[in-house]
Nanobody
Framework: QVQLVESGGGLVQAGGSLRLSCAAS????????MGWFRQAPQAPGKEREF???????????TYADSVKGRFTISRDNAKNTVYLQMNSLKPEDTAVYYCAAGGLVATMIGEYDYWGQGTQVTVSS
């Protein structure tokens, strides 16, 4: 069992930066691939959108095209934490951001077994 708690969200102006953190409980954190997803406020009925994912070792990462070059995912297995550094933020990045743990680096929601409660990111224009 893995419990995930996100933090670091907030209100930022367009062009600004935020770093999200996701702290995991349990001794098996390093065995899991980790992902970040987001749910935009104007799309409550739509599936969460993939943002980024990282392998258990940190050696492999993948990003959605919409954030490539602006966001960076990383992890510190000694601290049981995964991060999402978000630069050059745009109003369309406004969403609730969720971290998730799964067996593989994947872009599909169904590949992840554990989810956090989410943290709100609001980007003003």
């Amino acid at each position: 069992q893995v419990q995930l708690v996100e933090s670091g969200g907030g209100l930022v102006q367009a062009g600004g930066s935020l770093r999200l953190s996701c702290a995991a409980s349990g001794r098996t954190f390093s065995r899991y691939a980790m992902g970040w997803f987001r749910q935009a406020p104007q799309a409550p009925g739509k599936e969460r959108e993939f943002v980024a994912a990282i392998s258990w070792s940190g050696g492999s990462t993948t990003y959605a095209d919409s954030v490539k070059g602006r966001f960076t995912i990383s992890r510190d297995n000694a601290k049981n934490t995964v991060y999402l550094q978000m630069n050059s933020l745009k109003p369309e990045d406004t969403a609730v951001y969720y971290c998730a743990a799964g067996g593989l680096v994947a872009t599909m929601i169904g590949e992840y077994d554990y989810w956090g409660q989410g943290t709100q990111v609001t980007v003003s224009s």
